[in-house]
């Protein structure tokens, strides 16, 4: 079965900051796809950026960005310019990938505070 | 806009006392899914419908079960709280036959056990 480990159980960071997330992964499947998911307090899980593992090069949305290292099965986000509304829950998620399996496994969470 | 919506926000309950949570999407979406999230937990996958078509994790309670009567609405139904139930509950949503699984989420259902 897969499993996901993120390390960091809180990390806080400085307004207009950068900061890296964590996320290491275990699965003996070649194809699949990775997600940081953010969840802010009281608000709803959002997805903040997705990876396909055929790909090499690393995904970004704007401030997020992942290290994607496969051999390492490590997946990290860095968030640049941190800002006050990035303050929430963030997930690492594993999905082996179309077909029929549709089930997202979840890391345990890094709540990201970001100081004024 | 397109959404997942749950109702009610927060539910109390007694224990022992069954005790339905609602979801409904505007997405049209193939796949329904209801997680269970304890205090700084990790959501955990209780089952999904593709469809009509219902999915159970093999670790999920019995006392769990669920209900999709069309594409739009998915139910959530706990015969028999317990205090162990106390929880958040997700519901989300996806694209079926997609080569990837982005979920979108419905912004949960706090249930207190009492």
């Known amino acids: 079965a897969q499993t996901v480990t993120q390390s960091q159980p809180e990390m806080s960071v400085q307004e207009a900051e950068t900061v890296t997330l964590s996320c290491t992964y275990d699965?003996?499947?070649?194809?699949?796809?990775l997600f940081w998911y953010k969840q802010p307090p009281s608000r709803q899980m959002i997805l903040v950026i997705r990876q396909e593992a055929y790909k090499q090069q690393n995904a970004t949305e704007n401030r997020f960005s992942v290290n994607f290292q496969k051999a390492a099965k490590s997946f990290s986000l860095k968030i640049s310019d941190s800002q006050l509304g990035d303050a929430a829950m963030y997930f690492c998620a594993y999905n082996s990938g179309g077909g029929s399996n549709y089930k997202l496994t979840f890391g345990k969470g890094t709540l990201l505070t970001v100081n004024p | 806009d397109a959404m997942v919506i749950q109702n009610p926000r927060y539910q109390v309950t007694q224990f022992g006392k069954p005790v339905t949570l609602s979801c409904s999407q505007t997405l049209n979406h193939n796949v329904m899914y209801w997680y269970q999230q304890k205090s700084s937990q990790a959501p955990k996958l209780l089952f999904h419908y593709y469809d009509k078509d219902f999915n159970n994790e093999a670790d999920t309670p019995d006392n769990f079960q669920s209900r999709r009567p069309n594409t739009s609405f998915c139910f959530l139904d706990i015969r028999s709280p317990g205090l162990g139930d106390a929880a958040m509950y997700l519901c989300a949503t996806s694209k079926g036959g997609s080569s990837y699984n982005e979920q979108f989420f419905g912004p949960g259902t706090r249930l207190t056990v009492l």
């Open positions: 699965t003996s499947e070649s194809d699949y796809y």
